[in-house]
């Protein structure tokens, strides 16, 4: 059964901390993406990336950054956070497939962030 | 640009009635399409897509849409509610190809009872 993995369900944390949310996915997917979810809002990205160390800015990149060092692996950081970051996080993969891909994304189970 | 637009944050049914959840795009090119299923505290599932094979699309749970290109729409239906549809559910456009991206609406969340 193929599986993408977020390492943290539940977190929370005081303004001003670093964070790190990590996801991990079993499929061999060259694409990954953090996704931030709020009600009212649905889906927004905030990073994507397609290979190993490259990453391109979503729609909300503000305040965040990531890393992917391994091509299973895609973390998500706040440098800094913040209450306006409290939300749902979600990362998710898919399969490159060049004119082929038709953009179905795999999803983790999510993590929710408290910044207090 | 792409965009998805779902009419309707909440819908209420009865059990057994009719499901109906609405979705409208905006694509310069034939999209792809998606329904993907939230429940409490969870992931997103694919219900369904459409990768323009046939317009009537069947998913999981006995859910289906139907692409109407001359509507740009992609409606969500399921002829018979159950408790256990009760969820959020998202539509989601891309337009393939490459390092393409999913767009997704806001949700609609349904809510069936007794």
């Known amino acids: 059964d193929v599986k993408v993995t977020q390492s943290s369900r539940y977190l929370v944390k005081r303004t001003g901390e670093k964070v790190f949310l990590e996801c991990v996915q079993d499929?061999?997917?060259?694409?990954m993406f953090w996704y931030r979810q709020d009600p009212g809002l649905g889906l927004r990205l905030i990073y994507f990336s397609y290979d190993v160390k490259m990453k391109e800015k979503g729609d909300i990149p503000e305040g965040y950054s990531v890393s992917r060092e391994k091509k299973e692996r895609f973390s998500l950081i706040l440098e800094s956070a913040s209450t306006n970051q409290t939300s749902m996080y979600l990362c998710?993969?898919?399969?490159?497939?060049?004119?082929?891909?038709?953009?179905?994304?795999?999803f983790g189970e999510g993590s929710r962030l408290t910044v207090l | 640009a792409q965009s998805v637009t779902q009419l309707g944050s909440h819908v209420s049914v009865s059990e057994g009635a009719l499901v109906l959840l609405r979705c409208n795009y905006s694509s310069s090119v034939p999209p792809y399409l998606f329904w993907y299923v939230q429940y409490p505290n969870q992931g997103l599932q694919l219900l369904l897509k459409?990768?323009?094979?046939?317009?009537l699309v069947k998913g999981i749970n006995g859910f289906e849409a139907e692409f109407k290109k001359s509507e740009t729409s992609f409606h969500l239906t399921k002829p018979s509610a159950h408790m256990s549809d009760a969820a959020e559910y998202f539509c989601a456009v891309s337009e393939g190809g490459g390092y393409n991206k999913l767009i997704f609406g806001a949700g609609t969340r349904l809510a069936v009872h007794p």
């Open positions: 459409y990768t323009s094979a046939a317009t």
């Open positions: 998710a993969s898919s399969s490159y497939r060049g004119n082929a891909n038709t953009g179905e994304l795999f």
């Open positions: 499929m061999d997917h060259e694409n």
